[in-house]
């Protein structure tokens, strides 16, 4: 079965930064677009950045442009999210997702798989 699974979240100040991890198993990795998503505590999951099967082609939602970087290591079945510039409202758990086809999820309703989810906590 399909296993998607984060590592490297923690706790940093304002300005620092963290680099997250999603380890995939049970799916063909090079076939899939894979997304970031986050959760803050009483708020809706939303999207925060897709990568394409190639890693070509990339999209972010607009309060993670320029401070986040998606990128992925096909040899390795991992996605990475690179987060600088971290700021308090960025505080969340971070998901990984893919779709059951070969598309980057952009919606919670088109994320066919989740990770367990790490958990992101920026202080000011």
């Known amino acids: 079965q399909v296993q998607l699974v984060e590592s490297g979240g923690g706790l940093v100040q304002a300005g620092g930064s963290l680099r997250l991890s999603c380890a995939a198993s049970?799916?063909?990795?090079?076939?899939?677009?894979m997304s970031w998503f986050r959760q803050a505590p009483g708020k809706e999951r939303e999207f925060v950045a897709a990568i394409s099967w190639s890693g070509a082609n990339t999209n972010y939602a607009d309060s993670v442009k320029g401070r986040f970087t998606i990128s992925r290591d096909n040899a390795k079945n991992t996605v990475y999210l690179q987060m600088n510039s971290l700021k308090p409202e960025d505080t969340a758990d971070y998901f990984c997702a893919t779709q059951r086809d070969v598309s980057p999820a952009y919606s919670v309703t088109e994320v066919g798989f989740w990770g367990q989810g790490t958990q992101v906590t920026v202080s000011s």
């Open positions: 049970g799916l063909t990795f090079s076939s899939h677009g």
